[in-house]
């Protein structure tokens, strides 16, 4: 390739139309470890599946049982232990009413009547009593995997970096070279004894790797939908590399990203791809990119 514009256009057309491995779609160790926690209260609660007296069973069962009570938005995908509920929308003022599920080692009776009251209307009673289900051990593994998938976002980030963790790590065995994944401040300063320059107090990167005591930083990304989030991205690595490499002790900023995503925002991509001196995808980094920067 003779020119920016053919690299530029070459890593455009090689973007990946996904990185979804097989632990993308499910962290099942995590999906178990909740579930467990809460595992006795849900054997418990099983005592109401198809109970006719429901209400009069589930205050007893609260009674006896207090700890019962934490585990109720649970079972509605919610992890706050406190809601305020909209109940009367056709007034002036809208009406709330709070209801709180705090663990307690006792409730008083409006507290109880409060927690029936809140099943009641979101169903919850009407789950027990009919028996839509049988075990709620196994309705909240369902659950658990629901609410998981809020964090595929995350673990799309987290795939990113093990591949990449994957080329940093074999290239830095062949070049002699040392670095740290989830490199903050104090991490290099613990390892190298080299000061770091930072941006913000929490600001931790993907990779750090020494090179003759020079640091090289590099983070990574990965964006298959298309969104605000890669302008501002675009923007911020362009901010980070004009405050890292004028420092003393940085040898330059690596950004290496992927995604169909970026097809959508090129224009901010081209901007940063201008300012910056290493901007690769994975396809230029399993092309050697990486070794030949760090090897120089």
């Known amino acids: 390739m003779h020119n920016e514009d053919e690299v530029f256009n070459y890593l455009l057309n090689s973007l990946k139309d996904s990185n979804q491995t097989f632990d993308y779609f499910v962290d099942w160790s995590t999906v178990f470890s909740n579930v467990k926690e809460i595992e006795k209260q849900l054997n418990i609660l099983n005592y109401l599946i198809g109970k006719d007296n429901i209400k009069e069973e589930f205050k007893g069962l609260i009674e006896e049982y207090p700890e019962v009570v934490n585990v109720i938005p649970v079972l509605l995908a919610i992890r706050s232990k406190s809601l305020k509920i909209l109940v009367d929308y056709k007034q002036k003022d809208w009406i709330y009413k709070d209801y709180f599920f705090k663990k307690k ?5 409006t507290e109880i009547n409060n927690v029936i009251e809140f099943c009641e209307h979101t ?6 009593s009919e028996r839509k289900i049988k075990n709620l051990v196994d309705y909240c593994i369902g659950i658990e995997v629901g609410i998981g998938t809020n964090g595929r976002k995350n673990r799309s980030g987290t795939i990113m970096e093990g591949i990449m963790e994957w080329h940093v790590k074999n ?18 300063s613990e390892r190298w ?8 107090s929490d600001r931790t990167h993907d990779f750090i790797i020494n090179n003759n005591g020079k640091l090289f930083i590099i983070e990574t990304n990965f964006y298959s939908g298309q969104g605000s989030k890669l302008k501002a991205t675009a923007g911020e690595y362009q901010s980070l590399y004009e405050f890292l490499i004028e420092k003393e002790t940085i040898n330059n900023f690596i950004w290496i990203t992927d995604g169909i995503g970026w097809i959508t925002a090129k224009r901010h991509l081209r901007e940063t ?11 230029l980094i399993s092309e050697g990119t990486l070794e030949e920067v760090l090897g120089k």
């Open 123 to 128: 169903g919850l009673l009407g789950l027990f």
């Open 171 to 188: 290239v830095c065995e062949k070049l002699g070279l040392d670095y740290i994944s989830q490199g903050t401040k104090t991490k290099v």
């Open 273 to 283: 791809f201008d300012k910056i001196d290493y901007l690769f995808n994975i396809k």
């Open 193 to 200: 004894g080299i000061e770091l320059p930072t941006d913000r």
């Open 105 to 109: 080692k006792g409730y008083t009776d």
